[in-house]
Every structure is written in C-alpha cells, then in structure tokens.
C-alpha cells in the first residue's frame, strides 16, 4: 500500500502500532505530572497549595499559549522526512532532560524556590510542545478516515493507559529505591528513568510512520489570516473545544484527588499506587469498549454514555462515605472508565474538524487545528489544578498533618460538585456539535470531488 493510499484509507497493524508507541513516551511524562506534580510540589517541596495550583496554572496555560504557533511553525515545515516527524526526533532529548529538572529541588526557599519551580515548569513545557503538537498532528495526516482514526485513538488510548499504568505502579517504589527516605532526591532521579525510556521511544516513532503526500501539499503555506479565517468558521472544532476544556475540569480535579484522598480520607497512602495502577489496568479492556461503544453509538453517541455514566458515579461518591482502601479503589476505577471514554473520543473527534474546516474555509490547517485544539485542553487543566489548589487552601487543607472533619468534607465536594458542572456543560456542547453520524463521510467525499474538479481545470 502506497503513502498516498495510507493517507486516505486502512491503515496496517504496523502503522499504527509504530505511530500509537509514542503515546506511551509522551503520557509516561503527561500522567507523572498530572498524578504526581502537583503532590510533589505540596507535600515534597513544601509550598501551599495555592502556590504550588498558581504555579501548575500558570505553566499549563503558557504551554496552552504556545500550543498554536507550535502547530503554525509545524504546519510551514519542509523536509525531505516531512512536516512533523522530524519535530518528534529532534525534540526527544531536550524533552527528556527538561522533565528531570522538573523534579529537581533547588536548595531555596521563599521566592527564590518559587521562580526555579516555575522556570523548569515553563522550560518543560515548551520541550513537551515541541514533540507533542507534531505528533499529534499526524493523526490527520497518516489517514483522512474516520473509521481509521476511531482505531488510531483507540490504539493510542491503550498505549497512552498502558503509561498510566507504568507510571502508577513505578513511581512510588522508584522513589523509594532511589530516596532512601529522602522523597526529593527518590522523585528526582525517578524522573531521570522515565526520561531516559520515553527518550530512547520517540525515535522508533520517527522510524516507523510516514507522512503520506496529500493533494492540498502543493499549495503555498497558509499565511497566518488564513489559519485564522479557517478555525473562525469551524463551528465543529468550536464546539469540541467547549465540550473539552468542560470536560477537563472533571478529569484534572479527580485525577489529582487520588493522592491526596488516601493519605488524608482513607489514611493509607501508599495504597494509592494499587488503586492508580487497578484503574490503568483496567484501562486496557476499557479503551477496547468504548472503541466498540463508538462504532455502535456515533463519536456523540459515545460521549454522551461517558458523561451519563460518570454523573452517575459522581452522584453515588457523594452520597457515600467511602474510607476503606477497596470501596475508594472501585470509585476512582468507575469514575476513570469515564473519564477515558471521553478522552478517546475527543481525541476521535478532534481530526474530523480539520476537514470540517476545509471544507467551510478552502484552507486544511491541520498542526494549527490540533495546536490549538491542545491550547484549550491545556488551559483547562491549569485552571482546574489553580482552582484545586486554591479550594484546598479554602476548605483549611494543610500538608502532612490530620485534617479537621469540616476540611474532609470540603475536599469531598471539590472532588464531587466542580466536575459535575463541568460534565454538564460538555454535553450541552456536544449536543450541539454539527458533525453528526455520517456528516463526516459526507464532507470528505464532497472535499474529494472539489480536489478532482480542480484537477480537471488544470488540465
């Protein structure tokens, strides 16, 4: 099968497994800090938790921000290996020493630690910008199919869980080993051995994909009214984002909970490493489901059944006092099944709206769509961590010590009540969203004879 026919079609086993490998060395970096980062700040480090949310808010939106004029800078790439896999190579090794030095503790305190906490937070990100926005991108570019990527996020999820799984059963036994009782020094050099196996991963991602010549490759790069113009009429990315950047606050306030719930509700904190490593586990058979849930159901047919199952969820943690280490291990499982339901299709969903956008603007712009679509994303989860931490400070949380029953119970709504909103409003979203089932098909057959019909008046 040519790249050509790759582009617009099946994609092999191969292919895809090459191409979803390096989900597994971006979210070994993305799933430390989104369970870890956020402890390590407060209860390693030492900062409030104001500051340590202000600071996590502050880098996630940065990294929102540069997120388009990464995807702009990709998207007018030229290389003989093409638009975005050079990114991916070039980037590994700058990417893997700016995670360590995001668990590096300075010898500071006070503002000092603060602006070197911050500094190595902003340098990873920019590094993680840089591999992730091109990868990413090749999701629109290694097949136009709809079906084909429905498979492609499903292959991605499982290695993106498969990480997840890695990185919560490891952690906590690698910093161990490496601390020796000092959790500063166990973290540090726990990040040095994840940075050294994402590094030597994104490399067979460069070997192993191809980017396929697509007709829309012999126009001049878009200029950048012209990335604008195409994403200011694309009502279908518009909606996605909404329902995403909602949908984050329900993802980012649980996920971050986890740690801080069985130190401080169940009193036993390292079975917090089972409970994380149960759920990526189980993440395995899910992603499979909810693959099928979408082929059966439709991409909103899919996040809808997400959304109603962890409402449901939700609704049962609140009314329930759950101490014990198995009952708190099923409901962070139960809410997770959701929550990676919605992250497939998402991820699902998000390419489809690059030939939405073409099709409304004339102008395929797919590193700027995903390099935005990603900024959204990444702002949500900043000010969902700022908000957490700043409700932790609100309801008298205080690091390493017994919380009072008023702080439990202000902990329990934080976890309960901001992602129900924000599930809530995703679905609005979603309910609006214009590519319903079979639109997609529609599109891109209608994109395909305008193509031919240029063809033919060149000729």
Known sequence: MSDSEQGAGRLSMKRKAGFAIGDYACNLYWQSISLFLMYYYTDVVGLPATTAGLIYMVASIFDGAIDPVMGAIADRTRTRWGRYRPWILIGAIPLGFSFAALYWKPGLDGLGLVGVILATHLVFRVAYTAVSIPYSSLTARITTSSDERSGLAGFRMFFATLAGLTISFLTQPMVALF????????????????????????????????????????????????????????????????????????????????????????????????????????????????????????????????????????????????????????????????????????????????????????????????????????????????????????????????????????IKLVITVFPTIGLILAAIAMWLHPLRRGEHERISRELAERRLAVEHAAD
């Not at 149960?278 to 809808?304: D, Q």
């Not at 900043?382 to 919380?403: F, I, K, R, S, T």
Request: aromatic content about 14%; some cysteine.
């Open 179 to 410: 601390g020796g009782g000092d959790q500063a020094r166990g973290f540090f050099y726990a990040a040095c051995t994840i940075a050294l196996v994402s590094t030597s991963i994104l490399p067979l991602v460069f070997l192993s994909t191809r980017e396929p010549v697509l007709p829309s490759d012999d126009n001049p790069a878009p200029r950048i009214r012209d990335y604008w113009r195409s994403i200011r009429v694309n009502r279908a990315f518009w909606l996605v984002m909404v329902a995403i950047t909602s949908a984050a606050l329900c993802s980012t306030v649980i996920g971050k909970s986890v740690l801080y719930y069985f130190k401080y509700f169940v009193n036993d904190e390292g079975s917090a490493r089972y409970a994380l490593s149960i759920k990526s586990a189980a993440g395995l058979l899910i992603i499979p489901t909810w693959v099928y849930v979408t082929k059966f159901t439709g991409k909103r047919g899919a996040w809808f059944s997400a959304t109603g199952w962890a409402l449901v969820g939700l609704a049962i943690f609140s009314m329930f006092d759950i101490r014990d280490v198995v009952g708190t291990s099923l409901m962070f499982l139960f809410l997770h099944v959701a929550i990676l339901g919605l992250n497939m299709t998402y991820w699902s969903m998000l390419p489809d709206t690059v030939e939405y956008g073409e099709w409304r603007s004339g102008v395929r712009a797919e590193s700027f769509i995903f390099g935005f679509g990603i900024f959204f994303q990444k702002v949500a989860l900043g000010l969902a961590a700022g908000l957490l931490g700043a409700m932790l400070d609100l309801v008298g949380y205080v690091p390493n010590v017994e919380q009072t029953p008023e702080t439990l119970h202000g």
